[in-house]
């Protein structure tokens, strides 16, 4: 489900008569996320789109789509995602969403809210940034460590080291160039 100030609720591809196409995109985006359908979320970025965040901080093209996959691939089965303040124009738009899983390496639940802001050129995402407290998300995924070292560059380095490597080795087994 999706909250938008003028359209109330909005479902899968309803849209209102005042909703700005990239307004649709993100909708289509999200609405993909939660359907765990890898391409859609792809296709929704242009062939040198760039994405980052705290723990992914500088992917390119083809690594955004190997990220989104693999994290769909690996997802809790039970995770949810939702999608709210969607707003975009021709240049930019923002999204507030929730993601509410359980961490593969704990265990631990996970609920990490996130704004992402986009720019976008020809229909597509360009740019993709999410923002979201490394902190308070190593609290909830590592426990009593996380909240000893979750504030320091040694944790997120880390992590972002690991994700690294993963991502990788994940885009070379599905040959994602």
């Known amino acids: 489900m999706f909250l938008k100030k003028d359209c109330k609720f909005i479902h899968l591809f309803q849209n209102c008569a005042t909703m700005h196409a990239n307004e649709t995109l993100i909708q289509k985006f999200y609405q993909a996320f939660q359907e765990r359908n890898a391409q859609t979320m792809g296709d929704s ?20 789509y190997g990220m989104w996959a693999m994290l769909l ?26 993601a509410i899983y359980k961490f593969s390496k704990t265990g631990r639940t996970i ?34 460590k996380g909240l000893l070292l979750g504030w320091t560059p040694l944790l997120k380095n880390k992590v972002r080291d690991e994700v690294s490597k993963t991502l990788k080795m994940y885009m070379k087994r599905r040959r994602i160039k």
Do not use: T
């Not at 691939?73 to 929730?98: F, L, Q, Y």
């Not at 995402?125 to 609290?139: E, G, L, Q, T, Y």
């Open 45 to 64: 970025y242009s062939d040198d789109a760039h994405f980052s965040d705290p723990v992914f901080p500088d992917l390119n093209g083809k690594e955004i």
């Open 73 to 98: 691939e690996g997802m809790d089965p039970e995770g949810k995602i939702s999608c709210s303040n969607v707003v975009a124009d021709d240049a930019k738009g923002s999204a507030d969403w929730e």
């Open 111 to 144: 609920h990490n809210k996130i704004h992402a802001e986009f720019q976008f050129s020809n229909g597509k995402i360009v740019n993709h940034k999410d923002d979201f407290s490394f902190f308070k998300w190593a609290r909830m995924a590592f426990g009593f």
